[in-house]
């Protein structure tokens, strides 16, 4: 039990997993729909193997509208949850990326906020749990459910609900799309990568590419620097406000407007002496030497204690210490980190070729001895191959976006594969079927101080659907009260400088959450909201005059600092490389 609700919670800090809203709780079941109905017969054996079928069908109203839901088990333990609108069907179908390690069905739609064919109930979707439940936290310790997780499960989640489509139809979807962040991100890749004929568009956020370094190592370093000797953390949430008014004032004006944002984090290198501590003194609105250190070693990330070599595209970016709160830094010094339970899911059942289910983070070596054991499995989990030549060739169009103030995921990681792309393919040819945009204040996958609500989904169907390649797209203001997922408030940034909203309830117990009935969510923008223009990468938003929470006054200019190389032990990941 104890195992389940620390995932749970993991899940939920992470962003990986929402709780639906009340507002789009489903109504009891419908009178069924004989199509509907009809398609408890289908055989998915073709799809994956013997056995595999649809479990049930049943007609439900979600967001106001009727959709066959249909739930289908692929063999051997993959579950997919297929909605096919019962009117006004657009001819599109959407697959919902999977957060954190899954486990479980979510239909929570993000980086598509008010797009009109998804609040119109016009577009098919599905989701999966990738092969494995929630309970299950050493599913690694079966290959074949390590398989499905790595890449087999979204693909031929695909595969069966396309089946659905047509025989509910009558015929087959017009357009495909995938849609995720996080992992669901990493998968957005594998798609594009290794099955470049199953989505005609895709949109990969914040995506935790590097999935080993990652989570084996990034996160493990994490929660060690912010452990002292005695076991309680070095820095608590109390000191991150101070930390954060330090950097923010240092750097705010990297870009021109003063408005509590850092749009070029590349460029800001605070020196952090203006908070420090006078000797034997400490307190919240300072911070001591070993503080201070603990800091720096933060943003750095993991590096080889011999060589001092990078073991990971980078850390978190200044700008972001407010979402470390809940991920590497507790609000007490004597709770747990969540950084030290995500990295060890990983490293005692997903990270090498035999499991370790007795492993403790104090096992973990910071060397390149430890990062080669971590090779063997990266053609397996990770999502870094810049040769999207098939997926190109086949028409697919590829928007990969990152918030950058994500603590979780280093925003370097999709700029460093952006440009890899460039360099494998060439940067005209990248720039025919892709885009990378950055936004400002965002933390990971959703909420934070900047713009966070976005649209990405309708510039996709344009560009895949009338071939209108995107360019600016507006970012908007989340309400004050609502959340990202680390259970810190997002929305704007109150007077203090802390950012303002309530806190997430307490979480329900993991009976309650496998029972909870499916429910539909898609953001809406709030009439009223700022917004701010975001622009392909290397190009950003700059301010020149006027109400500043207006689009039309920002324009492009780019990025004053835009690296042609991340040197890190696994930059060669960054290269062709066969799929395992």
Same mark, same amino acid.
């Given at each position: 039990?104890?195992?389940?609700?620390?995932?749970?919670?993991?899940?939920?800090?992470?962003?990986?997993?929402?709780?639906?809203?009340?507002?789009?709780?489903?109504?009891?079941?419908?009178?069924?729909?004989?199509?509907?109905?009809?398609?408890?017969?289908?055989?998915?054996?073709?799809?994956?193997?013997?056995?595999?079928?649809?479990?049930?069908?049943?007609?439900?109203?979600?967001?106001?509208?009727?959709?066959?839901?249909?739930?289908?088990?692929?063999?051997?333990?993959?579950?997919?949850?297929?909605?096919?609108?019962?009117?006004?069907?657009?001819?599109?179908?959407?697959?919902?990326?999977?957060?954190?390690?899954?486990?479980?069905?979510?239909?929570?739609?993000?980086?598509?906020?008010?797009?009109?064919?998804?609040?119109?109930?016009?577009?098919?979707?599905?989701?999966?749990?990738?092969?494995?439940?929630?309970?299950?936290?050493?599913?690694?310790?079966?290959?074949?459910?390590?398989?499905?997780?790595?890449?087999?499960?979204?693909?031929?989640?695909?595969?069966?609900?396309?089946?659905?489509?047509?025989?509910?139809?009558?015929?087959?979807?017009?357009?495909?799309?995938?849609?995720?962040?996080?992992?669901?991100?990493?998968?957005?890749?594998?798609?594009?990568?290794?099955?470049?004929?199953?989505?005609?568009?895709?949109?990969?956020?914040?995506?935790?590419?590097?999935?080993?370094?990652?989570?084996?190592?990034?996160?493990?370093?994490?929660?060690?620097?912010?452990?002292?000797?005695?076991?309680?953390?070095?820095?608590?949430?109390?000191?991150?406000?101070?930390?954060?008014?330090?950097?923010?004032?240092?750097?705010?004006?990297?870009?021109?407007?003063?408005?509590?944002?850092?749009?070029?984090?590349?460029?800001?290198?605070?020196?952090?002496?203006?908070?420090?501590?006078? @000797?034997?003194? =400490?307190?919240?609105?300072? %911070?001591?030497?070993? &503080?201070? $250190?603990?800091?720096?070693? /933060?943003? +750095?990330?993991?590096?080889?204690?011999?060589?001092?070599?990078?073991?990971?595209?980078?850390?978190?970016?200044?700008?972001?210490?407010?979402?470390?709160?809940?991920?590497?830094?507790?609000?007490?010094?004597?709770?747990?980190?969540?950084?030290?339970? @995500?990295?060890? =899911?990983?490293?005692?059942? %997903?990270?090498?070729? &035999?499991? $370790?289910?007795?492993?403790? /983070?104090? +096992?973990?070596?910071?060397?390149?001895?430890?990062?080669?054991?971590?090779?063997?499995?990266?053609?397996?989990?990770?999502?870094?191959?810049?040769?999207?030549?098939?997926?190109?060739?086949?028409?697919?169009?590829?928007?990969?976006?990152?918030?950058? @103030?994500?603590?979780?995921?280093?925003?370097?990681?999709?700029?460093?594969?952006?440009?890899?792309?460039?360099?494998?393919?060439?940067?005209?040819?990248?720039?025919?079927?892709?885009?990378?945009?950055?936004?400002?204040?965002?933390?990971?996958?959703?909420?934070?101080?900047?713009?966070?609500?976005?649209?990405?989904?309708?510039?996709?169907?344009?560009?895949?659907?009338?071939?209108?390649?995107?360019?600016?797209?507006?970012?908007?203001?989340?309400?004050?009260?609502?959340?990202?997922?680390?259970?810190?408030?997002?929305?704007?940034?109150?007077?203090?400088?802390?950012?303002?909203?309530?806190?997430?309830?307490?979480?329900?117990?993991?009976?309650?959450?496998?029972?909870?009935?499916?429910?539909?969510?898609?953001?809406?923008?709030?009439?009223?909201?700022?917004?701010?223009?975001?622009?392909?990468?290397?190009?950003?938003?700059?301010?020149?005059?006027?109400?500043?929470?207006?689009?039309?006054?920002?324009?492009?200019?780019?990025?004053?600092?835009?690296?042609?190389?991340?040197?890190?032990?696994?930059?060669?990941?960054?290269?062709?490389?066969?799929?395992?």
């Amino acid at each position: 039990m104890f195992a389940s609700i620390a995932r749970i919670s993991i899940m939920l800090l992470l962003g990986w997993l929402t709780l639906p809203a009340s507002a789009s709780q489903p109504s009891a079941p419908l009178q069924d729909n004989p199509a509907c109905t009809a398609l408890t017969t289908t055989d998915l054996s073709a799809v994956a193997g013997v056995g595999s079928h649809v479990l049930s069908t049943a007609s439900q109203s979600l967001n106001g509208a009727r959709y066959c839901v249909v739930q289908s088990r692929l063999m051997p333990a993959i579950t997919v949850t297929t909605l096919l609108p019962e009117e006004g069907w657009t001819g599109r179908y959407m697959q919902i990326g999977c957060g954190g390690l899954c486990g479980m069905i979510g239909m929570n739609v993000g980086a598509a906020a008010g797009c009109a064919p998804l609040t119109q109930n016009g577009v098919a979707m599905a989701a999966t749990d990738m092969g494995h439940s929630m309970q299950e936290v050493d599913f690694g310790k079966d290959p074949q459910k390590r398989r499905d997780f790595a890449d087999r499960a979204q693909h031929l989640a695909a595969v069966a609900s396309k089946a659905l489509i047509r025989q509910f139809y009558g015929k087959p979807a017009r357009w495909s799309y995938f849609n995720g962040c996080s992992d669901g991100g990493r998968e957005a890749l594998i798609a594009a990568q290794r099955y470049p004929d199953d989505f005609n568009g895709i949109i990969a956020g914040a995506a935790a590419m590097n999935f080993l370094a990652q989570n084996a190592l990034y996160h493990a370093w994490q929660a060690r620097t912010n452990t002292g000797s005695d076991g309680r953390a070095i820095l608590t949430a109390d000191l991150l406000p101070v930390l954060h008014q330090s950097v923010v004032a240092q750097c705010d004006g990297l870009d021109g407007q003063k408005d509590g944002l850092i749009a070029e984090p590349q460029a800001c290198h605070p020196d952090l002496q203006s908070i420090r501590c006078p @000797a034997g003194e =400490a307190g919240k609105n300072c %911070l001591t030497d070993l &503080q201070i $250190k603990t800091v720096q070693r /933060l943003y +750095d990330g993991p590096r080889d204690q011999q060589s001092g070599e990078r073991m990971t595209v980078g850390g978190p970016l200044p700008g972001s210490e407010l979402a470390w709160i809940g991920v590497f830094v507790p609000r007490m010094a004597d709770q747990p980190l969540m950084s030290a339970q @995500a990295s060890l =899911a990983v490293l005692r059942y %997903l990270a090498f070729e &035999q499991t $370790k289910p007795d492993f403790k /983070l104090s +096992d973990l070596t910071f060397d390149r001895a430890t990062f080669d054991k971590l090779r063997a499995l990266h053609p397996l989990y990770d999502a870094t191959n810049p040769d999207l030549s098939a997926f190109a060739k086949a028409g697919g169009k590829l928007i990969i976006w990152h918030g950058l @103030a994500d603590p979780h995921i280093s925003p370097l990681n999709s700029i460093a594969y952006h440009q890899a792309v460039g360099k494998q393919m060439g940067e005209a040819q990248r720039d025919s079927f892709e885009r990378l945009y950055l936004l400002p204040g965002v933390y990971h996958c959703s909420g934070g101080e900047g713009p966070s609500l976005v649209d990405f989904m309708t510039p996709l169907m344009n560009w895949v659907e009338q071939g209108r390649a995107p360019d600016t797209v507006v970012s908007w203001q989340a309400p004050k009260d609502d959340h990202n997922g680390f259970g810190q408030p997002g929305g704007m940034q109150g007077k203090s400088g802390k950012p303002a909203g309530k806190a997430h309830g307490k979480l329900p117990p993991p009976d309650a959450m496998s029972d909870h009935p499916l429910a539909l969510r898609i953001d809406s923008v709030p009439h009223g909201s700022a917004g701010r223009p975001v622009y392909p990468y290397p190009y950003r938003a700059a301010y020149r005059s006027g109400d500043p929470a207006q689009p039309a006054n920002y324009q492009r200019v780019k990025v004053s600092e835009v690296p042609t190389r991340y040197p890190w032990l696994g930059e060669e990941f960054f290269t062709p490389y066969s799929a395992l």
